[in-house]
């Protein structure tokens, strides 16, 4: 068992910033690879970034430069900082993680249950 639980979503301007958290639990601390998605409304569960103890971080085009994928393994969090956001990034967010990376979130193990961001212009 094992389980993921998202905070740290809010409502912010354009060009704000905000940070994600995810604090893994169980089965789920451990996980050699964690990673955040994203859902905005009519569209389809997108990859946004992942960390893997073995082969580091990757990000989404869209993203890259801007977000931030850590993770603090004294902790059992992972985080995803924000910065210079845009409407375009309003979405839910949602964590996963697994024996390996994938950029489709059913692929994983463990998924959260998400957290909204929405970026006002």
């Known amino acids: 068992q094992g389980q993921l639980v998202e905070s740290g979503g809010g409502s912010v301007q354009a060009g704000g910033s905000l940070r994600l958290s995810c604090t893994a639990s169980?089965?789920?601390?451990?996980?050699?690879?964690m990673g955040w998605f994203r859902q905005a409304p009519g569209k389809e569960r997108e990859w946004v970034a992942t960390?893997?103890?073995?082969?580091?971080?990757s990000y989404a085009v869209s993203v890259k430069g801007r977000f931030t994928i850590s993770k603090d393994n004294t902790k059992s969090v992972l985080y995803l900082q924000m910065n210079s956001l845009e409407p375009e990034d309003t979405a839910m967010y949602y964590c996963?993680?697994?024996?390996?990376?994938?950029?489709?979130?059913?692929?994983?193990?463990?998924g959260g249950q998400g957290t909204q961001v929405t970026v006002s212009s």
């Open positions: 960390i893997n103890s073995e082969t580091g971080l």
């Open positions: 169980g089965n789920a601390y451990g996980s050699r690879c």
């Open positions: 996963a993680a697994g024996l390996a990376c994938y950029i489709v979130f059913s692929s994983y193990t463990y």
